[in-house]
């Protein structure tokens, strides 16, 4: 009976402690900074998985993978393009919680990793003969998800996000020695992205 007792006991105690969990996001991103990559491209979709591991109550830390994919404006140079980009990285994230009520919970997070700037377009192929130009920078990117509990282990929610990418965009990007109509001062500076969208976190049940 006593024994009985202590593993019910423990198994409440598992119940109580904070679960792993998995969070994942689709958002449509919007192209804030450098001038060039704001106005010659356009944010087709956001996103992001992560496996997050507990450390308190509120915090937890974790590993983040994350994808973007835009389209180029080809109507904005003479030049036939063709070209889209991605954008893949991955990193390290740290988040806080906040639970204002049993069902609604409020997450700040910052992710912090290394991402590529991947160009497809014809221009590089004629140039190089290779369509892909590759670029690579530090990506940081915070975030904030207002989430809806559903059920005892899944969680829904919006998403907004902005991301740093300390790469710039410019012509060479397209293996170009410039864009139309733009100055030199068009390409300086890390490119952004402000995206919104739909997220879910889906904690890892106990041992039965």
Sequence with gaps: MIAFNLTGQDREREKEKERPFFKGSFQLPTTI?????????????DVGFSFNVPVSKSMHLGIVLQHSYLTFNDLAIPERTNASMQIAGTGLVVGYTVS????????????GGYSYMLTSSETCLQSTGNKMHKKSGVSIKPDLTLFIRSSEYLSFGIVFSYQFLLSEFGPSNLCLSDFDGSFATDYIGPSHLFSIGFGFKANIPPKR
Excluded at 33 to 45: D, I, P, Q, W
Excluded at 101 to 106: A, C, V
Aim: glycine letters at 4%; charged letters at 15%.
């Design 33 to 45: 900074a450098n001038h060039s990559f704001k106005t010659l491209m356009s944010g087709v979709s």
């Design 100 to 111: 204002t009520s049993e069902k609604f919970s409020i997450e700040f997070a910052v992710n």
